[in-house]
């Protein structure tokens, strides 16, 4: 029996502070249920509310891609700087450690290699397998314009379904076919598309104009494909003009792991993603680390 002496309601029960309701730090994610928002909260970093992926699921369509050759030598080291990795199943069990701790947004379509027509995807997992491996959120391409554009939108929206079903959050990736214009407008369409049919998020190439445009249509977060390889420096400013222009964080594979210093630069994105530094000044903290990374290899 609770002791009911000197019982002080006013204290006990702090009748005069309201309750707090705060809202979910992501956009359009308010009306979605507890399990799935933590899912998100471990992709996305609530402090800042952004994040920055390191995707490594290349290998999916076009086998050994260079820079990923390894995984266990390359890729494993950079694995503490990222918020949360994209990748495949074969590639989360064989080779990232388990105590990894960080978000895992697990490819979930696939089919044709790169010697097919790409867009003629279909599910290529189970939902408990997803629930196995614990993963934060599946990624799924949709092919707008593209050859088997209702197909992925149908893998899309199948998974979407699924996810619901468990609380486990779907990636739309808007991907280009080689003959489509990348443009703003483009992207619109792709992007609208996918959060209108429940994409929880949605990743996307950056273009030099409009990009607001396309994160300001699309009602929920929008994270930044990386894209082929550029200079260091103008990798920096497209993730720092893509935060600055509405993108909720950038999901890069190519301009981390097939560069000089991959350590160094996925460290400078962090800086720009996280704590909005200036694009030269990332790249000078990039020049930095990269310096110490060589001495070091030096000894
Ligand atoms: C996109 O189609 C796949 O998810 C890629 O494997 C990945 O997004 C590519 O990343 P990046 O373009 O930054 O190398």
Same mark, same amino acid.
């Given at each position: ?5 000197g ?5 006990e ?10 809202p979910?730090? +992501?956009?359009?994610s ?17 402090a800042? *509310?952004?994040?920055?992926m ?7 369509f ?5 820079g990923?050759?390894r995984?266990d030598i ?5 694995v503490?700087?990222?918020?949360? +990795? ?5 590639m989360l ?5 388990s ?18 027509? +790409?867009s ?15 993963v934060?959120?599946m ?32 990636l ?14 483009y992207?619109r369409l ?6 209108? +049919?429940?994409a ?9 104009k ?5 994160t ?7 994270v930044?494909?990386?894209g082929?390889?550029?200079p ?11 935060v600055?222009?509405g993108?909720? *964080? ?18 400078a994105v962090?800086?720009v993603?996280h704590?909005?530094?200036k694009?030269?000044?990332?790249f000078?903290?990039y020049?930095?680390?990269?310096a110490a ?6 000894k």
């Open positions: 029996m609770p002791d009911v002496d019982l002080n309601e006013n204290k029960f702090f009748v005069d502070v309201p309750v707090s309701n705060a979910f730090f +992501l956009k359009g308010n009306a979605l249920d507890w399990g799935m928002q933590n899912r998100l909260s471990r992709i996305f970093t609530p800042s *509310g952004k994040t920055v390191l995707a490594i699921d290349h290998g999916y076009q086998g050994p891609t260079s990923l050759e995984c390359n890729i494993v080291p950079l503490p700087f990222a918020d949360a +990795l994209m990748l495949t199943r074969g069990r064989t080779t990232i450690p105590s990894a701790g960080k978000g895992v947004v697990l490819r979930a379509s696939g089919g044709p290699s790169i010697l097919k027509e +790409l003629n995807e279909q599910i290529a997992v189970d939902i408990e397998d997803a629930l196995r491996l614990n934060s959120a990624a799924v391409q949709v092919f707008i314009g593209g050859e088997f554009e209702t197909q992925s939108v149908h893998n899309m929206t199948r998974l979407v379904d699924i996810g619901n079903r468990y609380g486990i959050p779907v739309g990736v808007t991907a280009v076919g080689k003959n489509m214009t990348r443009d703003a407008r992207f792709a992007c609208r598309i996918c959060a209108e +049919l429940g929880h998020f949605v990743k996307t190439y950056y273009v030099d409009g990009f607001e445009t396309v300001a249509s699309c009602p929920v977060p929008i930044m494909a990386g082929k390889k550029l260091e420096y103008d990798a920096l400013e497209m993730a720092y003009r893509a600055n222009e993108a909720a *964080g950038v999901d890069m594979g190519r301009n981390i792991f097939q560069s000089e210093a991959p350590a160094a630069m996925i460290q962090r800086k993603v704590e909005n530094i694009p030269s000044e990332a000078e903290f020049q930095g680390l990269k990374e060589k001495k070091t290899f030096a």
